[in-house]
Each structure stands twice: as structure tokens, then as C-alpha cells.
């Protein structure tokens, strides 16, 4: 099918198009759900002569297998389920576990304890129901910290959030008064 290599670059390419510049592909996103339809990837995509062996079974084949679950794909649409930096993708607000996960680092830890988190460049920040998820963000970034979101004082605060499928939640921002090092 694919390489590790090929693997790794078509989910990045997948990422910046569906998370970041569709407009900069001349691809059109729904407004309402930020899907497009999956030919227009593959179109898009296959115009480049180093992937223009590319098909739609490549495109299911790097969503299927994403460590981060990072693409939905229904019927013949796909959509990023979250890390957009793009304005116009919006979800509906649900009622999040009693906990969330957030992985960041020691050196943005000590902005974080004083200014709570931020998306930092995305549309949301991006919280998990479930640590190891949370811990592979984090580990990116440096010494692994996990943050504990207490989401029924940040829903006290004003705080709403997203549930973006498979255990990733969305929020604007979180106070930091809700966060706390977690003893995972």
C-alpha cells in the first residue's frame, strides 16, 4: 500500500489541506461540519508527480490508521476532527467527562499555571477523556507534564466544550484555576 515514509508525509499533507489552507489547494470546506468530499483530495493531491499514484483508497487506508485518530471519514466525505487553525469550523457544544487531559511540557507549564491554557495559533484547545492520548501531544513539546482539566468548574466558569469523537474534546480556552498536575 504505502510506506512508513509515504504514510507519514500523505497525513501530513492530509492535515495541512483539511486543519490549516484548504482555500491555498482550491479545496471547499462544508460549513457545517469542515468535510469535503474525498475526490477532491485526491485530486488536489495526485496533480503533484510524486502522488499522482495517490487514490481515495490511500486517503481511507492514512485516515484508518492515524495514531491520533486525526480524520473522519463518512460515506465519501472527509473531515479534520480537530486541530484547526481555520475559523470557520464549528462544533456543537456537549457535556464533557467529569475530568479531561491536557500534555504539555515543564517549559509551558509555568505560562500555563498562570495564564491557564490557550490554542496557541488553533481554532480550540485540545483536551483528551483519556491520558495516553493527551500524553502523545504532550510528549512533542519536551518533559511530559499531564494537566488535569476540571470541567465542571470550567463549565462554571463560562467554559463550553466539544466533543470531537474518539475521547478528544475541544474548549476555546481553560482557565487556570481549573487545571491542576495530574497524579497519572
Known amino acids: 500500500?504505502?510506506?512508513?515514509?509515504?504514510?507519514?508525509?500523505?497525513?501530513?499533507?492530509?492535515?495541512?489541506?483539511?486543519?490549516?489552507?484548504?482555500?491555498q489547494y482550491g479545496i471547499v470546506l462544508d460549513a457545517e461540519d469542515g468535510s469535503c468530499p474525498i475526490r477532491d483530495l485526491v485530486q488536489?493531491?495526485?496533480?503533484?508527480?510524486?502522488?499522482?499514484?495517490?487514490?481515495?483508497?490511500?486517503?481511507?487506508?492514512?485516515?484508518a490508521r492515524?495514531?491520533?485518530?486525526?480524520?473522519?471519514?463518512?460515506?465519501?466525505?472527509?473531515?479534520?476532527?480537530?486541530?484547526?487553525?481555520?475559523?470557520?469550523?464549528?462544533?456543537?457544544?456537549?457535556v464533557p467527562p467529569q475530568i479531561l487531559y491536557h500534555g504539555t511540557s515543564e517549559q509551558a507549564w509555568s505560562t500555563i499555571r498562570q495564564e491557564g491554557l490557550k490554542p496557541m495559533g488553533r481554532r480550540y484547545v485540545h483536551l483528551s477523556a483519556?491520558?495516553?492520548?493527551?500524553?502523545?501531544a504532550g510528549r512533542r513539546k519536551g518533559k511530559l507534564i499531564m494537566l488535569e482539566v476540571d470541567t465542571t468548574a470550567a463549565v462554571a466558569a463560562g467554559v463550553s466544550f466539544y466533543d470531537a469523537g474518539h475521547d478528544v474534546w475541544l474548549c476555546d480556552s481553560i482557565p487556570?484555576?481549573?487545571?491542576?498536575?495530574?497524579?497519572h
Open 176 to 183: 487556570a484555576n481549573c487545571l491542576k498536575p495530574s497524579e
Open 66 to 94: 492515524s495514531d491520533k485518530q486525526r480524520f473522519e471519514i463518512d460515506q465519501d466525505r472527509i473531515r479534520a476532527r480537530y486541530g484547526h487553525s481555520h475559523p470557520d469550523v464549528h462544533y456543537e457544544p456537549a
Open 1 to 23: 500500500m504505502l510506506d512508513t515514509s509515504q504514510e507519514k508525509q500523505l497525513s501530513k499533507w492530509l492535515s495541512r489541506i483539511l486543519r490549516h489552507s484548504p482555500e
Open 44 to 63: 488536489v493531491i495526485s496533480q503533484d508527480h510524486k502522488w499522482n499514484f495517490v487514490t481515495e483508497e490511500h486517503i481511507r487506508y492514512v485516515a
Open 130 to 136: 483519556a491520558t495516553d492520548f493527551a500524553a502523545l
